[in-house]
């Protein structure tokens, strides 16, 4: 898969929440809300990796994040593509994708790295597309820092 590729329906991709957006552990809405300077969701495509299970992916997802980010406590979320796109789609009319984003540098490689576009940001949609996309979760998995 190639840079802008889009990210199969059937597939799923995660999102970091950091402590701040979870509720007893469960990320709230903030959390999935995009601003005016960065109207992209940041994900990882839980498939691309290719790994045997969740868990192993989780934990792979986890390697890159810590190589680019402060990771503190938080969560991962998981979601399924094709339910994201499709509750945009029926409740706001926005015409989202996920697409493959791969980021690379000199101190990191996150191959697994996607973006969720083509949200258009105003308040009151950003506040929508963050409930819609909290009421998808599939599943988290808690996050702590490295020991």
């Not at 789609?89 to 996607?114: C, F, G, K, M, N």
């Not at 969720?116 to 996050?143: C, K, Q, S, W, Y």
Request: net charge negative; glycine share 4%.
């Amino acid at each position: 898969m190639a840079k802008g590729d889009l990210v199969p329906r059937e597939d799923h991709v995660s999102v970091y929440c950091k402590a701040t957006s979870l509720d007893n552990g469960i990320p709230q809405a903030p959390a999935f809300t995009v601003t005016e300077t960065n109207q992209e969701l940041s994900t990882n495509w839980i498939e691309f990796l290719g790994v045997a299970n969740r868990e192993a992916a989780i934990v792979e997802i986890l390697r890159c994040l810590r190589s680019k980010l402060r990771i503190r406590r938080g969560a991962l979320a998981v979601f399924n593509v094709g339910s994201v796109i499709d509750s945009l789609q029926a409740h706001l009319a926005l015409r989202a994708w996920i697409e493959h984003d791969p980021e690379h540098t000199d101190r990191y490689h996150d191959p697994s790295h996607a973006v969720l576009a083509g949200i258009p940001f105003d308040i009151p949609t950003a506040n929508a597309v963050g409930e819609l996309i909290a009421a998808r979760i599939l599943e988290t998995h808690p996050v702590t820092p490295e020991a």
